[in-house]
């Protein structure tokens, strides 16, 4: 009998060099584990071994392959799931151990002609080791230590690039951001919205090739944790900012733009200019008949353009999504016009231009509230600018004669045989938004 066969022989010796053989792979594998909060992940792949021994029992294969294979599936699914970021990384690993447990213990159930010792097979038993069992210990060992020694730069990298990017955004960047932005009278959801805006850019990447270029020690190491760094805040916090703005209240209703507008010609003699504004597929005015869009009492729609079709545009023409109008405006109006076939839906008063707005008499009130968000309270929405003047002012409306309702004022100014031709809208109270 050699020496191999005595040592192997002895069941103490097998256990301690099981347990030595175990130990040098559990050590530098761990320390991955534990620097990225997985620390249940030894107990998630120990409690789903039961599951592969259960399936192993099931289809007749042997006890060792049958633990891996499951293994594997379970690091699989942790994977999978923990790029969803729906949960937690110690919350799948807890699901995955106890729903791998629970099945494994179902199906042994039902199995009773099969007897095991559910106590040695979750815990095992050093001193019952063999020497096959020292085999797969020690030929896992090389496998996962060579595997390790290929990729520690990059394990190291992407773990250490991990906590500095997680203290850069929850703990650095804010204690730096926010007192500075408090200073310079921010309040403190923008000042949030500024700590949350992140690490990105090129600027800290090319200050990391310095200590390349001039060959200091541990350089690569540095310029590669900067540039993760880098990466993973314009990943995370990068695609998340509209989210949190919207969680802080701190967006802004989309401007009062059309959807397309293109100017074709400045008349030159003439102060007037011709503009194609072409409708989205969502518009404002799409289902509107032209006479409700309450343009300015100066502006004329010369044309409309519907696929190949030419729709000559009169009061009845209803608008659609695609349409293409051309409009002779004049140039100060321009701001107004926009906001009648923007897209956006929530127009509201505050957006208008700082100027009188000229309308003509037959415009209806419930056409300005739609057109341009100007709302006046009490009156049908049917009433026109011309009733609303006449029925309010206590003696026939003249030139320069003018009402205030609702933060707003109406002037008439122009009249033809008793009627209101042309009024003139100021939007005085506009609140703080």
């Not at 060792?64 to 699989?76: D, R």
């Not at 409306?397 to 009402?403: R, V």
């Not at 008439?412 to 045989?417: F, K, P």
Request: a negative charge; proline letters at 5%; charged letters at 15%.
């Amino acid at each position: 009998m050699n020496i191999i066969d005595a040592v192997l022989g002895d069941f103490f010796w097998r256990a301690l060099i099981g347990g030595l053989g175990v130990a040098l792979v559990a050590g530098p594998l761990g320390c991955f584990v534990v620097w990225r909060r997985m620390a249940y992940f030894g107990d998630t792949l120990a409690h789903s071994a039961l599951l592969g021994i259960a399936m192993s029992f099931l289809i007749s294969i042997p006890l060792n392959l049958g633990v891996i294979i499951t293994c594997l599936l379970i690091a699989m699914a942790l994977v999978l799931l923990s790029r969803t970021r729906a949960l937690a990384t110690d919350t799948l690993l807890g699901i995955l151990a106890h729903s791998a447990l629970a099945i494994g213990l179902v199906t042994l159930s039902f199995m009773p002609d099969i007897r095991v010792d559910l106590t040695g097979l979750l815990f095992g038993d050093l001193l019952a080791m063999n020497r096959q069992d020292l085999l797969w210990i020690f030929g896992g060992a090389v496998v996962v230590l060579g595997l390790l020694a290929m990729l520690w730069r990059q394990l190291l990298m992407s773990t250490i690039g991990l906590v500095i990017a997680a203290v850069l955004i929850l703990v650095a960047r804010p204690i730096a951001v926010l007192p500075v932005m408090k200073l310079f009278g921010f309040n403190a959801r923008e000042a949030s919205l500024v700590a949350w805006v992140g690490l990105r850019g090129s600027v800290p990447i090319i200050l990391a090739i310095f200590p390349l270029m001039f060959g200091l020690e541990g350089a690569e190491l540095i310029f590669n944790v900067v540039f993760f760094v880098v990466l993973i805040s314009a990943t995370i916090q990068g695609t998340t900012l509209p989210v949190v703005a919207r969680k802080l209240g701190l967006t802004e209703k989309p401007p009062a733009v059309p959807a397309a507008s293109l100017e074709i010609t400045a008349l030159e003699e003439v102060d007037a200019d011709i503009v194609e504004y072409t409708l989205s597929d969502h518009p404002r005015a799409a289902g509107r008949r032209l006479s409700q869009m309450a343009l300015p009492d100066t502006t004329v729609v010369a044309m409309i353009t519907r696929g190949k079709d030419v729709i000559p545009p009169r009061g009845s023409t209803e608008l659609m999504a695609g349409d293409h109008l051309f409009v002779v405006l004049r140039p100060e109006t321009r701001p107004f016009i926009d906001c009648v076939f923007s897209d956006a839906v929530g127009v509201v008063s505050e957006e208008l231009p700082d100027q009188e707005l000229k309308l003509k008499g037959s415009t209806r009130i419930d056409d300005l509230r739609h057109s341009y968000g100007v709302l006046i309270e009490g009156e049908d929405g049917q009433t026109t600018l011309d009733a609303l003047l006449r029925n309010t002012l206590s003696s026939q409306p003249e030139i320069g004669d003018s009402l205030q309702l609702d933060g707003i004022m109406l002037a008439v100014l122009a009249t033809l045989g008793g009627r209101i031709t042309t009024v003139g809208l100021t939007v005085q109270d506009k609140p703080d938004q």
